[in-house]
């Protein structure tokens, strides 16, 4: 299947190094292969193809070069701009990697104003129906999606038992694998348990303090934990919504799934789902247009909260809250929207349900709308 930002990617690919990062078997190796014909693969966790990129022996005319987990390898930043300096004429090089490729971000001259970054995610709706062949219904892809994870193995396979299966092993090389790549931590069985503590917590404010307590662990190593498996991919953090940022930052985040499936809870699970196409949708459009957006949830004193707030340039665009089967409008639009009207009159207020057939247009400008349709729109055009 096309990837969704399959063009944007061959576009770039013409003037700069393009690095794709993502979640392990999320598709990162087969979007490259397809980009260009023929290709030089290459991945550094391979012990031949590792002594191919030290002695820079690949063949030079290739018409696509790919790298990956090649931020395993020392300096790998330096060794990259050199072998885009010195290239004549210009080959397209992919860099791809199952970990976050930011440290480059750290360093002073680096790769700066070399390279453009993609966040490939997982599967959802949109790509699904999109970039599909398929000839079941939507309400059955849906069902297939929920039941066999958006992780292109498993969601093709369509088969749930295939996929629990599947979810072992995958878990198990990131556990011990990817964590001792990045990271001496040996504790795995009690990291382990941390995901299991944040799947029964998903949609809650989670507390640092908390989890160190029932793992009996120094609070920074949770802390230390949390930010390995965020830069795996394994989870992300949705922080709460804020106009002074630093305020923001010292209150309580949510973390969610990148593969929702893991959930049990049938509306945590779906409001999990939602927080993944949301997510997908903001990193499409910094990685594809430039602008700045976050995810955030927001909350006021009294416990009045809606599940996420998508902002743009940090201007508030929409409000939604998740519903498994809830059609009347949440109260906490009600206490909520008047606050982010003051600056964003035309702010989307949406209330995204699962179990709904029909889309109501509520008079106080609240849309109602059934999951699917939600999940295939085109977020830019729904949210404008």
């Not at 087969?30 to 693969?41: C, F």
């Not at 995610?121 to 000839?135: A, C, G, K």
């Not at 989670?206 to 991919?233: C, F, M």
């Not at 008079?363 to 059934?370: N, Y």
Request: hydrophobic share 35%; proline share 5%.
């Amino acid at each position: 299947m096309r990837r969704y930002i399959t063009e944007y990617i061959t576009k770039d690919l013409e003037s700069k190094l393009v690095f794709i990062t993502g979640p392990r078997q999320c598709g990162k190796t087969t979007l490259s292969k397809s980009l260009m014909s023929p290709y030089t693969y290459l991945n550094y966790d391979n012990s031949e193809d590792r002594q191919i990129i030290l002695r820079k022996t690949w063949k030079q005319n290739s018409p696509l070069l790919i790298f990956d987990e090649l931020h395993k390898l020392n300096k790998w930043k330096q060794w990259l701009k050199g072998i885009y300096d010195t290239q004549d004429p210009f080959q397209p090089i992919v860099v791809t990697g199952s970990a976050r490729l930011n440290t480059y971000r750290k360093a002073g001259d680096s790769l700066a104003g070399r390279f453009f970054q993609f966040r490939l995610h997982p599967l959802d709706m949109r790509e699904i129906v999109l970039h599909t062949d398929s000839t079941q219904s939507r309400a059955q892809l849906f069902e297939q999606l929920w039941n066999c994870s958006p992780f292109p193995e498993p969601f093709l396979k369509g088969d749930p038992t295939y996929y629990r299966r599947w979810r072992t092993s995958h878990l198990d090389v990131i556990l011990r694998q990817d964590v001792q790549d990045l990271s001496a931590i040996r504790d795995i069985q009690q990291l382990e348990t941390l995901l299991i503590l944040l799947r029964e917590r998903i949609g809650s404010n989670i507390s640092v303090r908390s989890l160190a307590q029932d793992l009996q662990k120094d609070p920074n190593t949770i802390r230390k934990w949390l930010e390995i498996l965020e830069e795996l991919y394994v989870i992300f953090k949705v922080t709460p919504y804020h106009r002074n940022i630093a305020r923001a930052l010292l209150k309580e985040p949510k973390y969610y799934f990148f593969d929702f499936c893991q959930v049990t809870d049938d509306g945590a699970k779906f409001e999990n789902m939602v927080a993944c196409a949301l997510l997908k949708h903001i990193h499409f459009i910094e990685d594809t247009q430039g602008y700045h957006m976050n995810l955030h949830y927001a909350r006021t004193r009294d416990g009045k909260e809606l599940d996420f707030v998508i902002t743009k340039e940090t201007q508030p665009i929409a409000l939604i809250e998740v519903k498994l089967s809830d059609d009347i409008p949440s109260s906490s639009f009600k206490t909520l929207s008047p606050f982010f009207k003051k600056t964003t009159p035309a702010i989307k207020c949406i209330q995204v349900v699962k179990n709904l057939t029909h889309r109501q247009d509520w008079p106080s400008d609240i849309t109602v709308i059934p999951a699917i349709e939600f999940l295939t729109s085109d977020l830019t055009e729904l949210l404008k």
